[in-house]
């Protein structure tokens, strides 16, 4: 494992992925090891042309994780088809070294997704401490001593709320007890923060946002941000929104639809984890507006045609002057790991950088990455682009 | 002419506009009318929230001005079809009282449209004193003593770049010489300066904004505005730009096509007009993106069974993350001057606001409102349009 | 009621309509209404340029019928906003006159649609009686020999498959019993063969099609025809999908999502009665392609700002030669009544003429106008737009 | 060489085609290649399930022809980009023993596409004399003995109408004279016709459908057929149109965009070809419909992200019942050169199939493969895309 000349041996960053052999996660590391045999290509990186701030350099960052499919990422990424032969091609040896550690699932939270690479734990705490023994032991393998984790696992649903998600002493209890309503997420963010590890979640399952968990972070100096990574559709109505509102256009309805073919598709394919997502991309418009959008209707549809090639259609209405009426229509081809790979990536280096600062708890800066960003002290989260953007840019520069 | 409670007699502001008869200009005169009737529907009037910046109130605005028809509004509303029957009908007696002004046309200039209503004079300096004339005897007769000009013409065909635009002297002799390389808008732009008049160019018309035009101003302590009005097509594209650019998404094509088919849609009709078009519609892309975009084209198609309700079919080709690449597809089905008569009134309040703060030359915080927003001292225009926002209400609050 | 040059008192064509003040029923008494008052335009009546086939004129056809709201037809339209304010100022008299009839409704049957105008019947012989007297003593009244009779109410749920609907006797016996799965469609189409009245189902709605009333209508003599109008989504599909086989392009995927705002789309809400709209549209496609297409995936949904403008987005994804991918993408903007009514007129037109042709039963040649056509001895429809209108055109020449 | 089972020795059919490395014709012997090497899949070739009409089966189907460029199919494939790298790896060896012959070239009809791989002619019947000994030592060489010839080379720009083009004797003068009105598709199709050998046109180019040429044609017992072949926006056009017909839908406008990046796109860019292009596509509508469109606008526009994936952008505004305005939108993104191979190898089968059965002249049945339907004594062209399907089953089913 060499690392390239802006990266020294103290400088390797350790990325630790939850679902690591899922169409994302096997793209970041594709990416990754593409930029480490020398490409220069940083498209889709957002930060890439930051210098100074800090940012641990992409080809210091080394990837491992757990995966249900115990598959080599070059099988896995041969499976997903995100990327094209061509181009995996110089990528399959260091790809075929990559192999996930078994992982903790639960059928409970998520019903169409699941595989033989699984954890034998019998109870919560038994899970927990295997994580943590993964972590200890991967840290001392490779003498990596900065680490992450980011959890891109498939969409669980969410428990009904409980006494047990409220504070750190009762959320450990709840954890001896085998409480079924703590769900896989929670044990990897509760296993990340106990070992001292910046915690992003990428997914719209609950996890380390419960304020058990976010309380417990903060109290141990942990940096954790989330949730639900904002690639496509989400994406562009917070870049959208904001110029209706400032052009006090009034938006009457928006109705998107999505529809994908990829693994995560058929997830959402259960109500159940459905409804998470739908929780997390909900109040978005109504924050940005100002006004509530009696007729924002979404909806994410399983269509197999498509693949990883997921496909937004938006139709927006609004009125202008006079009470005048208008469409936008919005179709979006996009692919969603490419979209949301590079942000996987950014949002490590920026944990990363959080921890060396010496933050802790919830990082709302980071905002601009997810679709339900965690912030402080119940302060309602900003949604609007450029307003995330500009608040990230400002704490890069050390200004927040 | 009565006015709200918020309007007192010395807060009048007399809006007088270039092309009144248009679709734009009647939309202008027929929102105002409705406001003063009472109305409370502020959409699509940005800064109708704003209190404490010293902006005019809406209800205090009367609209005057010159148009090549002659018709009356109420029969040019009627005309344009931009608003529905039902809610003319409450305006038609107000509307029948404003009857347009004799104007200067020249076809040399906008081949494609043409009217009776035209001004007499047989030299650029006839055609100046005239417009001074009607603009003196106006602020006699309603006793109005605040006045903002706005340029809402067919589009002119741009002149070959020639010396006498580059300072008033020179200009003022060509005026002399009836240079035909001095259009219309420049002969309104250069009376409006005179007079001590602020004046905005929502037109993408040479006027005010030829270094000759731009000097005088400042040196006449006058503040002047444009060009070219931002509002459909080019207005999503500053929105998405940036947005784009954020994300590390690279634009490798943007292809703009337009349909509309009023009488701004025949005046393009004409390759030359077409051509001033799109020169300001050009560069926004580069500028937001930091790099040149190859394939950037832009259609603007005269196609009737549309009229005013303007269509716009954008198709973005984006690459992302290890150069894979994505679409976006816009379609826009907007309507033109609804979109305009706002942005007209608050660029009118904006100048006016401008020249009681005693400033002068070209307003660059109004660049919200232009595709090709004017600069002082060459510096290049700002297009992304948040940055155009935040700069904006920094004026307004007062800070710049 | 006068009537135009064309048509003499025995010429007179009486149309029943089922939910006469809805959406479409409104707009085929408007439109009707006008022709009468002389207007020339045809637009959108596909059997208007035919003749000698043996047609009722248009301003021949006199409406009347039933509905659970006692609108009168000039608040019926302008209610649902199908039409402008324009038109309808002229057609204000006539439609003010035709008052719906108090109608069967069944909230078991359609939970979200419901009215005051309600039959006061407490047993199925009792609807049935009140409804054939209904017809009686409109012929009575009017002395308009011919009838025919079209449901356009809001669709019901399906009821359970039941031995009921099997044959004349068992049905009338079930009636006699109050059986539950009988519901308001069915009475009106029995009611209608009763009369001897030709029935045609532009709802998805269980009525003349099941075995038991086929069979009735066919030994009665009486012509019957249906079911579900095909206006939009369908239509359109019935006539892309004969071209892509024509082609050779393998459909591996189609997803139809429809958005309307309509009573329609209300009572689509309702999961039961959506079940039977979705059964209707869905093996059109397969039957017209010759293979099972996989992902052939369609939503309607419910969404206020659109009203009456229902609009439709498909996104087709076929494969060409080598295997190699395209995808089609069509979005509808269309008025869905104004699709829907001159459907119903010729609907009308089309089993008024097979009645006197001495014709019994399902009439399959009617099939273009309908989702789901009747046939006859359990033959497989034919689906394909350009065959159909083939068939129809045929048996409109004494071919067929 | 070896054919497959269903082709005997006497059965081969030669494929000659103009343009022959070009992204169409290179595809045509990727896709012929395939099938020989045992490939089932006849996805996109019509009339592949067509059994005992006489059709030559496709694995006797040899392909060879002219191109400007001189690269082999190998290299040509490779280049156009249309086939994946997975799919072209097995045909390696057999495209890159097809070399294009020298062909004949003239910058006068074709500014934008030119080529090293040139004939030395210096006379127009020194070419023709040259494209004849092609033919020739071709057949020796191979023993095929049936041959059929089709231009799929970049399009020309159409001369003035001239004397020459009016009957046999004129041209064979014009030729001799070196006539500048005379491009090369028409010595092509000259060369052909005088060898006995069956024309296709392919492109908008004035080729064998110059009534000189048409005359030669049927006097020597050749059939042609053209021109332009009928794939993406133009085959929707005439399969919606004969629907709105159908519903009595009026067409109010019909507004085509089309982008495309590949070598037609760029050709098309000289606006005197791309005035070849639009006369072929002009009239379709009309024809269907029975009225003039008058706002039929089309556009075709070279944007290079697109390479070969051409996209069509549709606005169709049609008027439904009462002159209520209704808009429909089709979005094709389709691959140029996969909707256009099949059609080729059909049109070549179709063409020797004809000449078997001892037909001359232009073959109208074939017009559902072209934008410009060749027909016979001045008869108008069926447009229609069922009707031009029912005519070809009729006259491969020995009816017609």
């Given at each position: 494992m060499t690392s390239g000349p802006s990266a020294g041996a103290s400088d390797r960053l350790g990325l630790l992925i939850?679902?690591?052999?899922?169409a994302v996660g096997s793209t970041v590391a594709a990416g990754l090891e593409r930029i480490r045999q020398g490409s220069a290509d940083r498209t889709g990186l957002p930060l890439a042309d930051l210098t100074g701030a800090g940012l641990a350099p992409y080809d210091a960052i080394e990837v491992a994780g757990w995966d249900?499919?115990?598959?080599d990422l070059a099988a896995a990424t041969a499976r997903h088809r995100v990327l094209p032969p061509e181009l995996l091609a110089d990528l399959h040896r260091p790809l075929t070294a990559i192999r996930p550690w078994a992982a903790t699932g639960n059928r409970a939270f998520c019903r169409n997704v699941d595989g033989p690479n699984r954890i034998t734990a019998n109870s919560h705490l038994g899970a927990v401490e295997r994580i943590r023994q993964d972590i200890r032991d991967h840290a001392e393998r490779t003498g990596i001593a900065r680490l992450v984790m980011v959890n891109l696992a498939s969409v669980e649903s969410w428990p009904d709320d409980t006494a047990a998600f409220t504070t750190p002493e009762r959320f450990e209890r709840a954890l001896a007890d085998n409480d079924p309503a703590i769900g896989p997420a929670m044990l990897y963010a509760y296993a990340a923060i106990r070992e001292g590890i910046p915690y992003g979640n990428f997914t719209p399952s609950l996890a380390a946002d419960i304020p058990a968990l976010a309380a417990l972070a903060q109290a141990r100096g942990v940096p954790v941000a989330g949730k639900d990574g904002k690639t496509g559709q989400t994406f562009l109505k917070t870049v959208l929104a904001p110029a209706f509102r400032d052009r006090a256009l009034h938006v009457d309805g928006w109705f998107s639809t999505n529809i994908l073919g990829n693994n995560d598709g058929l997830a959402l394919d259960d109500p159940a984890s459905l409804s998470s997502k739908l929780k997390t991309k909900g109040s978005v418009l109504d924050d940005i507006l100002g006004?509530?959008?009696?007729?924002h209707v979404v909806h994410i549809h399983y269509y197999r045609p498509r693949g990883d090639d997921k496909e937004a259609w938006d139709n927006i209405d609004v009125s202008g002057f006079l009470g005048q009426r208008m469409q936008i229509k919005v179709n979006f081809l996009c692919k969603d790991s490419i979209l949301a790979a590079p942000l996987v990536i950014e949002i490590a280096r920026c944990l990363d950088l959080a921890q060396r600062r010496g933050e802790a708890g919830a990082?709302?800066?980071?905002?601009?990455?997810?679709?339900?960003p965690a912030t402080r002290d119940r302060t309602p989260p900003e949604h609007d682009f450029f307003r995330q953007q500009h608040a990230l840019m400002g704490w890069l520069s050390g200004q927040a």
């Open positions: 939850v679902g690591l052999g899922g249900l499919a115990p598959d006004y509530r959008v009696e007729d990082q709302p800066q980071l905002g601009l990455f997810f679709k339900s």
